[in-house]
């Protein structure tokens, strides 16, 4: 490992630095779930496009209590009535429909009392009550989404509501996943003595296809350091993103680190002055993303959602600051530091006394992978001597799914 680490923060930047944001495409907004807009969403039109009647009643013209109006037809949603509205006729209209003409107020049905074709009012009627006027949600022209936002389900409503029936879209960056070692064996194998499942080949494909990449099944490398080039080669020319569970550090029979400098890899960092995570290790080849990360299971977890995942979002055109680490919360417990590097821990949040605060979701240990299971976010506690005390705030970090 090299003498000098470097920060959280500074790994960080780098690996942002060397993101070239992929091209966009078009697509049918049924199918943008997930997807990053590549450009801004403009309202083609008012939503609602017409005044509509807030709930079911009579779309009349306002006035005073006790009025005897005639009912001279109706007003269904999809179905408008056709004609104007005169002083003492009264439209029968339901919640969503188009108010006719002339027409400058909603009566609840049940502020009316029916008798046949005719109601009496039994209350009073203000101009514009219980009508939505023509371009209330959104006004045409009106832009209501922002290049970069991600298009969850409520988005998605809005893009549709604006007139969108296609838009563009930012490409999804294709990500492939390796992890090095003679000892794992497939989800499921039977153990022999020294062998562990492969538990990070299915939890980072897992959480990079959460993030909207395209990938693959994991592969798995043996210890052998021509097989982990041919793997490496093939990820590389095929991937935007090549991640590597293990193998990176500097034993004899990691061989991740050199393979990757014979292929042109151009290192940019290794080592960070993180626990758990240090010898995590980062670098490019053209355009390509090169991630070295630990082989433990809370080590690879932890450095995936600092470093590769906003490097997944970057590449689909997410903002930069959506990539900074902006929250905070109290911790609910006392902390102990490590004087030399940055702690990620992970916690979960609580409700005491009506404040929410962070505690540490178990045992902290790299191995322990059952500390990501139920863990909200990542608290950053910085290094140092001592311990952080209970009401302490921390910057927290997301932690994919």
């Not at 997930?34 to 306002?62: C, N």
């Not at 400058?104 to 502020?111: C, L, N, P, R, W």
């Not at 409503?157 to 604006?162: G, H, L």
């Not at 793997?231 to 050199?258: R, Y």
Request: contains cysteine; hydrophobic residues 45%.
């Amino acid at each position: 490992m090299p003498d000098k680490l470097i920060t959280v923060a500074e790994a960080r930047e780098l690996v942002l630095g060397a993101v070239t944001p992929l091209g966009p495409e078009r697509i049918p907004v049924v199918d943008a779930l997930d997807r990053v807009l590549a450009e801004d969403i403009v309202a083609t039109g008012d939503v609602p496009p017409f005044a509509a009647s807030a709930m079911d009643g009579y779309a009349v013209q306002h006035g005073p209590a006790g009025r005897t109006l005639a009912v001279v037809g109706e007003s269904r949603a999809g179905t408008p009535y056709d004609g104007p509205v005169s002083d003492g006729e009264a439209i029968r209209i339901s919640t969503g429909a188009a108010v006719p003409e002339q027409a400058s107020a909603v009566i609840k049905q049940e502020d009316v009392r029916a008798n046949g074709t005719q109601i009496v009012t039994g209350a009073p009627i203000a101009p514009g009550d219980n009508i939505r006027p023509a371009g209330e949600v959104i006004t045409a022209g009106t832009t209501v989404l922002r290049a970069g936002t991600t298009l969850h389900a409520a988005e998605l409503a809005v893009v549709i509501a604006a007139g969108a029936g296609q838009v563009a879209v930012a490409r999804r960056p294709s990500v492939r996943v390796l992890c090095t070692g003679d000892e794992l064996r497939d989800p499921g194998d039977p153990l022999r003595p020294g062998e562990i499942h492969n538990s990070n080949g299915p939890m980072l494909v897992a959480l990079a296809a959460h993030l909207g990449a395209v990938t693959t099944p994991a592969e798995q490398l043996a210890d052998d350091r021509a097989a982990t080039r041919t793997a490496l080669q093939t990820a590389i020319e095929d991937a935007a993103v090549v991640i590597v569970s293990g193998g990176v550090s500097v034993g004899p029979h990691d061989h991740v680190k050199p393979v990757l400098g014979a292929l042109g890899v151009k290192e940019r960092f290794w080592g960070v002055a993180l626990q758990p995570g240090k010898p995590t290790w980062f670098g490019t080849r053209g355009a390509t993303l090169v991630f070295g990360l630990p082989g433990n299971p809370v080590s690879s977890a932890v450095t995936f959602a600092l470093f590769a995942a906003p490097a997944i979002a970057a590449l689909q055109g997410a903002p930069p600051d959506q990539s900074a680490v902006q929250a905070e919360a109290a911790l609910g417990t006392s902390v102990k530091r490590n004087p030399r590097r940055e702690q990620a821990i992970r916690v979960r949040l609580e409700s005491r006394e009506g404040t929410s605060v962070v505690v540490p979701n178990g045992p902290q240990g790299s191995h322990v992978v059952t500390s990501l299971s139920g863990a909200d976010a990542l608290a950053l506690i910085p290094r140092g001597d001592g311990q952080l005390e209970p009401g302490t705030r921390v910057k927290l970090v997301a932690l994919p799914r």
